[in-house]
C-alpha cells in the first residue's frame, strides 16, 4: 500500500535528521477506518 510506503519513507527520513522535529503524515480515510494505523505509526 502505497500510504504505509510513504509513512515509512517519511520517519525514516526523520530519524536520520540531526535536529529532532515533528513531522505529518496526510493518511487517507481507508488508513484511519483500516484498523492497522496505530500499529504502523507505532513500528515507525
Known amino acids: ?3 504505509e510506503w510513504v ?3 517519511a ?5 536520520t535528521w ?3 522535529l ?4 496526510n493518511v487517507s480515510a ?4 483500516g484498523g492497522d ?3 504502523l505509526v ?3
Open 42 to 44: 507505532g513500528q515507525c
Open 22 to 25: 515533528a513531522i505529518s503524515v
Open 30 to 33: 481507508m488508513q484511519v477506518h
Open 11 to 15: 520517519c525514516g527520513e526523520a530519524a
Open 7 to 9: 509513512l515509512r519513507t
Open 1 to 3: 500500500m502505497i500510504g
Open 37 to 39: 494505523l496505530p500499529e
Open 18 to 20: 540531526q535536529h529532532p
